[in-house]
């Protein structure tokens, strides 16, 4: 935690979010493409990315449909580029892992552990859906489990393992961070862990600071100097929990995956906007934001000539 370059991930567009909730929100491959060259030039070191369906923006893991945004991000950008595991919460593990299966990533997600992912209290803000699979995506997950199970990560770890993809472990809970440990006891995570605590999700840790500063003590606890630390706060949360994991040593995620606001009331009308706010905050705390280069020798990547795009 001695560095104190902070990489900045945005992550773009996500599976959480229905296209009826912003006009904003990326859908196609070229909205894709276009926000994550736009975070990219405000100053994100990473891009998470997901895949969509052109059509309706239903969540789509098909490598396909990755690959219709990749080599045009991979080509206009530097960006250090990072893949789901995750998907949605709808899927099973063997589909969500074939992008990062496939396409050999530097970077992606991974799960630590299966929870409610409740969705459904959206439903009271958002009343007017333009596709039919989108009220029922959200209502219905008050009734639903995203399944990580050891043996789904295991799988994921074991499939990947020759591809040198390194991954950003989404932890939801303090549980997830003993989750990461027991994978590097068992060998199948090496430092440094790359740890992205997510905070304000119905169904995992709250986003309280207290929250946030027993994320980081148990992290430095289980994993010591061979571990960096990022934070990613739902909605309303972003900016106040990027901002304390930055003032506590961490790198921050922002993007429209994790919130549609760019305040009050007021949707952010790009993912560059969120990177660009959370940038200037960064810097007037005299603060600097790490280049994809600088990301990469942070975080031991392989490079941008090692993947499969």
């Known amino acids: 935690m001695a560095q104190r370059k902070v990489i ?129 995506y959200l209502a219905e997950s008050d009734d639903r489990v995203f399944k990580n199970t050891f043996r789904d990560i295991a799988f994921v770890l074991d499939s990947c393992s020759a591809n040198e993809t390194r991954f950003e472990l989404e932890c939801y809970d303090i549980g997830h961070l003993y989750t990461a440990a027991h994978f590097q006891e068992r060998g199948m995570l090496k430092a440094p862990l790359f740890i992205q605590s997510v905070l304000g999700l119905r169904g995992g840790i709250g986003a309280h600071a207290e929250d946030i500063s027993h994320m980081k003590r148990t992290a430095d606890r289980l994993f010591g100097d061979s571990y960096q630390w990022s934070v990613l706060g739902a909605g309303r949360n972003q900016m106040f929990s990027a901002v304390q994991s930055a003032v506590m040593g961490g790198h921050v995620r922002v993007g429209l995956e994790d919130s549609l606001w760019g305040g009050p009331g007021k949707l952010a009308t790009s993912n560059a906007e969120q990177v660009a706010r959370i940038r200037r905050i960064l810097e007037e705390l005299g603060l600097e934001v790490a280049t994809p280069d600088e990301a990469r020798a942070i975080l031991n990547l392989k490079g941008p000539d090692k993947v499969g795009f």
């Open 8 to 136: 900045i991930t945005c992550a773009v567009t996500g599976s959480i979010h229905t296209p009826s909730m912003s006009p904003y929100l990326p859908v196609t491959p070229q909205e894709i493409a276009d926000a994550a060259l736009g975070a990219a030039e405000a100053g994100a070191a990473i891009v998470h990315l997901h895949a969509r369906n052109p059509e309706d923006g239903r969540p789509d893991q098909t490598p396909e449909a990755f690959m219709r945004f990749l080599p045009q991000i991979k080509k206009a950008s530097n960006v250090v580029i990072n893949l789901t595991t995750g998907g949605a919460p709808t899927m099973g593990v063997k589909e969500r892992l074939q992008p990062a299966l496939q396409l050999k990533p530097e970077v992606a997600s991974l799960n630590l552990g299966s929870m409610n992912f409740g969705l459904y209290e959206m439903l009271n803000r958002f009343k007017e859906f333009k596709h039919d699979w989108e009220r029922p």
